[in-house]
T-cell receptor, first 113, second 112 residues
Framework: GENVEQHPSTLSVQEGDSAVIKCTYS??????FPWYKQELGKGPQLIID?????GEKKDQRIAVTLNKTAKHFSLHITETQPEDSAVYFC????????????FGDGTTLTVKP | NAGVTQTPKFRVLKTGQSMTLLCAQD?????MYWYRQDPGMGLRLIHY???????AKGEVPDGYNVSRLKKQNFLLGLESAAPSQTSVYFCASRLRGNQPQHFGDGTRLSIL
């Protein structure tokens, strides 16, 4: 089955700096790659996603890049703010598999004021 | 719209007791999922459903059962709770494959 590895497990940055989280996946059939943000005591919430027919997607301070050949995708957060502090999860899935997603183990991002 | 609602939010059980966790969604989504989240291990799929009346096993199904009698509800049952089932349980739904999942806020379950 699919295996998703996420790095780093913890990341600490100064407010205003950029943060990058990377994920690799194993199944070349995967074609949908969402990123979720989980705040303390809450469920994960989608922040951005990318499909395999696109190499990059941006939404204000957040961007995701996908390299299908290398089977890795990354989340980029620019101009970080304290409210960006949370746990971030990447995931991979393909639509012929009941939409089952395989999640990375998460990255705890701390933005220091 | 409430989205995905999980009941209860917290529960403490004794070993061997049974209970049912309820998940309800009001978005008319076809697919529903139950995950458990343990420290440092991300989200692991327990069971899932691709439509009313259908269920299937995920990655870690042992010790759990599910039912989806109505499209909007997905129930997770623990027949005989064990300390290893202490976890945070999340329900999620999606319209169909390769669409974003919508998560509830979780049920924090402790088994003594």
């Amino acid at each position: 089955g699919e295996n998703v590895e996420q790095h780093p497990s913890t990341l600490s940055v100064q407010e205003g700096d950029s943060a990058v989280i990377k994920c690799t996946y194993s199944d070349s059939a995967s074609n949908y790659f969402p990123w979720y943000k989980q705040e303390l005591g809450k469920g994960p919430q989608l922040i951005i996603d990318i499909r395999s027919n696109v190499g990059e997607k941006k939404d204000q301070r957040i961007a995701v890049t996908l390299n299908k050949t290398a089977k890795h995708f990354s989340l980029h957060i620019t101009e970080t703010q304290p409210e960006d502090s949370a746990v971030y999860f990447c995931a991979a899935s393909y639509n012929t598999n009941a939409g089952k997603s395989t999640f990375g183990d998460g990255t705890t991002l701390t933005v220091k004021p | 719209n409430a989205g995905v609602t999980q009941t209860p939010k917290f529960r403490v059980l004794k070993t061997g007791q049974s209970m049912t966790l309820l998940c309800a969604q009001d978005m008319n989504h076809e697919y529903m999922y139950w995950y458990r989240q343990d420290p440092g291990m991300g989200l692991r799929l327990i069971h899932y459903s691709v439509g009313e009346g259908t269920t299937a096993k995920g990655e870690v199904p042992d010790g759990y059962n599910v039912s989806r009698l109505k499209k909007q509800n997905f129930l997770l049952g623990l027949e005989s709770a064990a300390p290893s089932q202490t976890s945070v349980y999340f329900c999620a739904s999606r319209l169909r494959g390769n669409q974003p999942q919508h998560f509830g806020d979780g049920t924090r379950l402790s088994i003594l």
